[in-house]
């Protein structure tokens, strides 16, 4: 399957677009320490596009924004700063039955290297703190799955059951691309998935 698929792990909400009539749970430790994460205007369209954050595997001394994704195993060059056409997976933890599922997703994104800055007038921010993005997607090609049809389970590397078959590790994201056999098959089941969904 040569789809350029990515899968990044965010905290669990029902709508993402901000915390007023909302909440946020796990995430990481960001969240649990101060109560939100640059993810949550991640389905808040702005100018026609949707503009999706996450927290970047890195030392936790390194700021996220100032984390990279290594888009090269995207199909990006070493120089490029954005890949494009790269179907994104939103995915979090279930709150009281655990398992991470997909959320949503955004097709034909694009995927950047490093942080950028939200745009001019799009009202991404919280608490003083400039909520940028690593992810663009028109408005037309994304899906916010309503709670109760978040179904989709991504397999957990940590599972005993999973254990040397692949699945997301600890990091928040998953280019599912190690020809293991969850790997394979999530890339499978994910656009079936995306193509047997009807809103």
Same mark, same amino acid.
Request: hydrophobic fraction near 35%; proline fraction near 6%.
């Given at each position: ?95 009281? $039955? ?5 959320? %949503?997703? /955004?097709?034909? *994104?694009? &995927? ?5 800055? !939200? #745009?001019?007038?799009?009202?991404? $921010? ?5 909520? %940028?993005? /690593?992810?663009? *997607?028109? &408005? ?5 799955? !309503? #709670? ?52």
């Amino acid at each position: 399957m040569s789809e350029k698929i990515i899968v990044l792990n965010i905290g669990w909400m029902k709508h993402y677009i901000g915390l007023d009539n909302d909440e946020i749970t796990d995430g990481g430790s960001f969240i649990r320490e101060f109560g939100y994460g640059g993810e949550i205007f991640n389905f808040l369209p702005f100018e026609g596009y949707m503009y999706g954050c996450f927290q970047p595997p890195g030392r936790e001394s390194v700021p996220y924004i100032n984390r990279i994704i290594r888009i090269e195993r995207l199909g990006a060059t070493a120089s490029s700063a954005a890949v494009d056409g790269v179907l994104v997976g939103w995915a979090a933890r279930k709150p009281y $039955e655990g398992g991470t599922y997909i959320v %949503g997703w /955004y097709k034909n *994104a694009t &995927v950047f290297r490093q942080w950028q800055k !939200p #745009p001019v007038g799009s009202g991404r $921010e919280y608490k003083g703190d400039q909520l %940028g993005y /690593y992810v663009k *997607a028109k &408005v037309d090609d994304f899906i916010l799955l !309503p #709670p109760e049809r978040r179904l989709l389970q991504v397999p957990r590397a940590s599972a005993p059951e999973n254990h040397g078959k692949g699945g997301i590790g600890q990091a928040n994201l998953w280019f599912a691309d190690s020809g293991k056999y969850n790997d394979f098959k999530f890339r499978q089941d994910f656009v079936q998935f995306i193509e047997n969904y009807r809103t």
